[in-house]
């Protein structure tokens, strides 16, 4: 009897020691700890000047621009004309008469130019002012057909900050449509910031192909 | 002198069965669902869209693991195998509970870096340690004027467990980024629609 209570009783302590030793190992308080470093406030690129429409035959000087991509205006578009005879564009009259569908309003906006940028800007080029005006003098034969501006950016930099700078590229187009006599209400503006390159090698001449307003119907 | 016996065997099974907590589901991987925890909502904050999260780590393929008891181990990683998005998730899931917008048109476009993820456990007897380490490199662009916000948030967590449960890594894992992205909103502020830093 005195040999079981002994053997209950260093049982029982056994056990007990055990789960109490498991227990308080096993039961260290959890700990977060976190900080921050590298903080800093970049200012953005210049907002893209509202500019006007009379400002178009002005020469403007460019310091930071990069060549226009000629060889790739309208790239993906193969109806589209070549930036450097955009002024010899036959465009449609404005009096011509409005297109009997939507389709047809389509078909009227499929000849659109691209407008380009120079990196990291969202200013209206003077080779873009004249592609704008046209575009603008079809626009206005579509007899309110609707269009997309979906601007787009080179590799470089963050998905983030390409959509926004994306975005204003666009927005930039649309105003100087709209300052060219374009109902606002005729155009919506997108971004796909870097997500869809018209050019995918990584050099210079790819990344200005990309720095682009691309202009579609709705 | 029979029952003595009897009692052994059944404390020596109770301390095998407690040594064998620690040695559950070797050979597998545990995929960890993250989302943002103890978040207090302080108000109207800004309009954000989160971007996709780059994975910058060395090792993509996996946030870590568990080494058992005796040998063995368990992985664990994310549903779907991207840190980014899941990151980016929690970055998401945290603002909207802390009282931003994340519907309509964004006045801060948020993307990020994830530099290291990694959460590891290690089991001894009668224990398993946790640790999770963070480091992410975050960018906020305001929309209306393009300036950038930028931040690298550190976070780092440890938690030992008596019985392990693939839910403690999930909490500590996500406690630690959630602790994180509290960082980036105690250290900006917000100016008419815009973004910056304290």
Redesign the interface.
Known sequence: MTMRMFANGRYAVFVACLAAGSLLAGCGGKTVTTSTQDQSLAPGSPVAKKVEPMEAAKAEPAPEREAPPKEEMGFGKPGAMAEARVAERAVPSVTAPAPASAAEASLALAGLGDVFFDYDRATIRTDAKAVLEANAKMLKAGQGAKLVIAGHCDERGTLAYNLVLGERRAQAAKRYLVDLGISMAQIQVTSYGKEKPFCTEHSKECWQKNRRAHFAAQ | ?T??MG??KQ?LV??VG?LMAGCAANGSVVNLDLQAVKVEKAGEGLSV?V??F?DARGEKGRLGVRRHLWDGETTFNVPGGKAGDMVAKVAADYLKRKGWRTEGAPDV???G?VLDFSVNAQS??????ITVKTKV?V?????A???????????????????FEPEDVQE?AS??LS??F???VM?TKVENKLL??K
Do not use: P
């Open positions: 002198m029952g003595f009692r052994w404390g109770l301390g407690l869209a971007a996709a780059e476009m948020l993307s870096k001894k007897f009668g224990s398993t340690e490199a960018e906020a662009v305001n929309k004027d393009g300036s950038v916000v930028r931040m690298t948030l550190n976070g780092g967590g440890s938690q030992k467990v008596f019985w500590l406690e630690v602790e994180s509290d960082k980036l250290n910056r830093l």
